[in-house]
C-alpha cells in the first residue's frame, strides 16, 4: 500500500474525506462561498482561508450575542455529516456550560472541532487533537477561548488543593505568576483574576506552537491561524486578543 493509500484509508477510517458530503438527492451540500448555516463540503472547507474562518466565527458570536443565532435543521445536518466532516475551525474551550463554542460562535453540526477541559488549558493529548484537526481534518483556525467568572482560574488563584483538580490547576499557575495586577492576588479581586484569565490564554496559544512543531510550521506557512479569545459570560460577546 502507498503512502497516499494508507493516508486515504485513514481518513476514511476517521470519517474524513469518506465521501464528499452530499444533500437529500445526492448533490453537493455546500455552495461556494461559505453560508451560514448550510453544512460543510469539502470543497467549501478548502476555499475558506485561515483569516476567513476567525471572521466566520466572529459573525457568528455577533448573531448569538445580539439573540440572532440561526435556526438549524440539525436532524438533516446530521444525515449530511454521517460519512465525512469538514470542519473550518477548532477551539480550545472551558468545560463551562455556559461557554459551549458551539452555541457562543452560532454553528452547526460539522462546523467546528472543539477541545474543552476545565482553565481552557492543554497537555499533550488536546495539542496531538489540534494537530489532527489541522492536519488531517483541514481545519483553518485554532481559537482558545477563556471566559469570565471562571471557576478554574479562581482555584488556581486560591491554591485549591481537591484530588485530579490540583494537578489541572498547576497548569493554570504560570498564568497567576505572571500577572501583576495591583490588589488582593485571590479570587475576591475581580480585575486581577479577570487579567489571569487574559494571560492564561495567551499563554495557551504560546504553549500549543511550542509543544507543536506541526502547527507552528503551518501557521508560519499560513495555512492555519492560532488565535485567543475571552468569552463574556454577562454579555454574550467574545473579545478577541
Not at 460519512?83 to 456550560?97: E, H, N, R, Y
Not at 499533550?124 to 488531517?136: C, Q
Not at 490588589?183 to 487579567?195: A, I, L, P, Q
Amino acid at each position: 500500500m502507498t503512502a497516499n493509500s494508507k493516508m486515504l484509508a485513514l481518513l476514511i477510517t476517521l470519517g474524513l474525506g469518506a465521501a464528499q458530503a452530499s444533500d437529500d438527492h445526492g448533490g453537493p451540500v455546500h455552495p461556494k462561498p461559505y453560508t451560514p448555516g448550510v453544512t460543510l463540503s469539502k470543497a467549501v472547507q478548502a476555499s475558506i482561508t485561515p483569516e476567513q474562518s476567525i471572521k466566520i466565527l466572529q459573525a457568528g458570536n455577533q448573531r448569538f450575542a445580539a439573540g440572532r443565532s440561526l435556526k438549524y435543521d440539525h436532524k438533516r445536518h446530521v444525515r449530511q455529516t454521517a460519512l465525512g466532516q469538514f470542519p473550518f475551525a477548532s477551539v480550545v474551550a472551558c468545560i463551562d456550560s455556559r461557554s459551549a463554542p458551539e452555541q457562543v460562535f452560532d454553528t452547526g453540526v460539522g462546523d467546528i472541532f472543539t477541545a474543552r477541559v476545565a482553565g481552557s488549558t492543554v497537555n499533550e493529548d488536546m495539542v496531538g487533537s489540534l494537530e489532527y484537526a489541522a492536519k488531517v481534518g483541514g481545519s483553518r483556525a485554532i481559537v482558545v477561548l477563556g471566559h469570565s467568572n471562571c471557576g478554574a482560574i479562581k482555584g488556581a488563584c486560591d491554591d485549591v488543593q481537591m484530588g485530579n483538580l490540583t494537578g489541572l490547576l498547576a497548569k493554570l499557575k504560570p498564568a497567576v505568576e505572571a500577572t501583576s495586577t495591583s490588589g488582593e492576588r485571590n479570587s475576591k479581586n475581580y480585575s486581577f483574576v479577570n487579567d489571569v484569565n487574559e494571560m492564561n490564554v495567551k499563554l495557551t496559544v504560546e504553549k500549543i506552537r511550542a509543544t507543536s512543531p506541526i502547527l507552528k510550521e503551518m501557521e508560519a506557512a499560513g495555512q492555519i491561524k492560532i488565535v485567543g479569545a475571552v468569552y463574556d459570560t454577562a454579555t454574550g460577546k467574545v473579545h478577541w486578543q
